[in-house]
Nanobody, 120 residues
Framework: QVQLQESGPGLVKPSQTLSLTCTVSGGSITSRPYAWSWVRQAPGKGLEWMGVIAYDGRTSYSPSLKSRTSISRDTSKNQFSLQLSSVTPDDTAVYYC????????????WGQGTLITVSP
């Protein structure tokens, strides 16, 4: 059974860079054809896809967040990470990692989510 677990700071100050890590157990992030995504949900809003990293390291990002977003991986730890720079209070959200297909929504696995608050 594949399980995903997000880890992160909880509170980030405006203008800082948010860093989150998703640890995957029960399966390898390098197994094809899987891809690993970051999705967030701001209070009172719907889900927003942020980006994805494939089993071979290819990445794709949401056009609206591309200039501030980077997704990377550590295959030795079976983890993938999100960095979001220059955060503002509008980036306050529950951040989820997910695994499955390359296309948004084609997910077999979800993390439980972690609340990130951007505040001075």
């Amino acid at each position: 059974q594949v399980q995903l677990q997000e880890s992160g700071p909880g509170l980030v100050k405006p203008s800082q860079t948010l860093s989150l890590t998703c640890t995957v157990s029960g399966g390898s992030i390098t197994s094809r054809p899987y891809a690993w995504s970051w999705v967030r949900q701001a209070p009172g809003k719907g889900l927003e896809w942020m980006g994805v990293i494939a089993y071979d390291g290819r990445t794709s990002y949401s056009p609206s967040l591309k200039s501030r977003t980077s997704i990377s991986r550590d295959t030795s730890k079976n983890q993938f990470s999100l960095q979001l720079s220059s955060v503002t209070p509008d980036d306050t959200a529950v951040y989820y990692c997910a695994g499955g297909g390359w296309t948004y929504g084609q997910y077999d696995y979800w993390g439980q989510g972690t609340l990130i608050t951007v505040s001075p």
